[in-house]
């Protein structure tokens, strides 16, 4: 089945949203946000991002959220009552074909991305897939990725720049992977929030710094990414994942407008 093409070039693209769907609560305020950002900012392409299952917790007494059919029902609201575009992960193949049913963009996590299978059924659903790359890849290494997402069939593909493992526990971002995979033919979107965590760092949970997704969403924009990914909550301290990592609700507009700055200052 086709669907149009959701990237557009003049447009910044932006996926957001919280890390879990958690509930009906916590979606409402952020779609909210989000909603009135688009119809301040034309120039936004904007995407609402939830995961359903967080199936890679550190550790079994991690919190992984409202499962897979809550977790659609609640996109699938945000979609009919907010007009945004969703998106959510998916872990196993039998996952790909309902969650296409409601989704616009079927996600495949970072440490899932050389999952042959996995590719090649979120591929054949026609749905957009974002492929975020590993910790342990090469940005050159996307073109494996990408090309057995081609060779699925897949209509519209992103790539998705989370990070690299430096050391233990922590992360860091070649800005050089911008355009390696820009040059490989696709929207290469920059994750500003999973690239600041402290993978394991919180005594069997993650943690991470989020006073640094600002500068680093800014200065990927400026390497050339064609997009940000960010998560965000109205409380990040009472989330139940990824709260170190994400940008407080509150704090989103003002960011957005400084990032919407440099990548509009690249296209004059």
Avoid at 120 to 130: D, E, K, S
Avoid at 181 to 191: E, H, I, K, Q, S
Avoid at 233 to 253: E, K, T, Y
């Amino acid at each position: 089945m086709g669907h149009a093409m959701l990237y557009q070039e003049a447009k910044l693209l932006l996926i957001a949203g919280p890390c879990s769907l958690e509930s009906e609560t916590v979606c409402r305020r952020v779609a909210e946000v989000l909603a009135g950002l688009r119809e301040k900012y034309p120039e936004l392409n904007l995407v609402f991002k939830g995961s359903f299952d967080k199936a890679n917790r550190t550790s079994l007494e991690g919190e992984r959220g409202t499962g897979m059919e809550q977790g659609l029902e609640l996109l699938a609201l945000v979609r009919r009552e907010y007009g945004l575009p969703v998106l959510t992960d998916i872990h196993e193949r039998a996952q790909a074909a309902p969650v296409a049913e409601v989704c616009d963009v079927l996600q495949i996590p970072a440490f899932l991305c050389r999952q042959t299978d996995l590719l090649l059924a979120a591929a054949a659903t026609g749905r957009v897939v974002n492929v975020k790359k590993g910790q342990f890849l090469a940005p050159e290494d996307m073109r494996h990725v990408s090309g057995k997402l081609r060779e699925g069939g897949a209509n519209e593909i992103w790539l998705t720049e989370r990070g690299t493992t430096f050391g233990y526990r922590n992360l860091v971002v070649d800005m050089r992977g911008f355009p390696l995979m820009n040059a490989l033919g696709f929207p290469t979107v920059f994750d500003a929030t999973h690239s600041v965590q402290l993978p394991g760092g919180g005594d069997g949970r993650s943690s991470g710094r989020r006073e640094f997704v600002p500068p680093l969403a800014r200065a990927a924009l400026a390497a050339g990414a064609s997009g940000l990914f960010l998560e965000t909550h109205p409380d990040p301290d009472q989330a139940i994942s990824d709260g170190p990592n994400m940008v407080p609700l509150a704090d989103l507009p003002a960011l957005i407008e400084e990032c919407l700055a440099v990548w509009g200052s690249l296209r004059k």
